[in-house]
């Protein structure tokens, strides 16, 4: 284990070292034995931060407060069955019938896209005349160019 490691897992893991992955805690073991001032110096900052997280506990919520919040919350009511549901089932379809369109417009330029990178792996061998074949518009060679 070198410095760097020792810092990392101190950072994430703090100064037990019996918060560590248990596959770490004896080569750092190990390292802390070899410079325990390097350790120490390493080691007092993640110490520092493990006090104050241990010193931390959540507000608590009196039942006072508790109850008048709960009070002032709107009353739930069942789900619409009307015109709004149907709404919504509208919209749902909408957006499938959106995503069907942009996967089919999607795969047409993947397939275009995957000849062109045909034409451009036969322009870049030693027969480029088999590049100009492969460039064809509705099945004819483009004009100007021959194979």
């Known amino acids: 284990m070198d410095t760097e490691r020792y810092e990392r897992l101190a950072d994430v893991y703090g100064a037990d070292i019996g918060r560590w992955p248990q596959d770490e805690r004896d080569a750092a073991l190990a390292w802390r034995g070899r410079d325990p001032e390097a350790a120490r110096q390493?080691?007092?900052?993640?110490?520092?931060?493990?006090?104050?997280?241990?010193?931390?506990?959540p507000p608590v919520v009196s039942a006072a407060l508790r109850g008048r919040v709960l009070a002032s919350a709107p009353p739930l009511r069942p789900a619409r069955r009307g015109f709004g549901f149907w709404l919504t089932g509208a919209g749902l379809a909408a957006a499938g019938v959106a995503g069907v369109i942009v996967g089919i417009a999607g795969s047409s330029a993947a397939v275009s896209n995957a000849r062109a990178d045909e034409i451009l792996a036969a322009a870049t061998t030693d027969d480029a005349g088999a590049a100009f074949t492969l460039l064809t518009v509705s099945g004819r060679p483009v004009p100007g160019r021959s194979a």
Do not use: K, T
């Not at 007092?44 to 506990?57: E, G, K, T, V």
């Open 42 to 57: 390493v080691l007092a900052p993640a110490a520092a931060l493990d006090r104050a997280l241990d010193a931390w506990s």
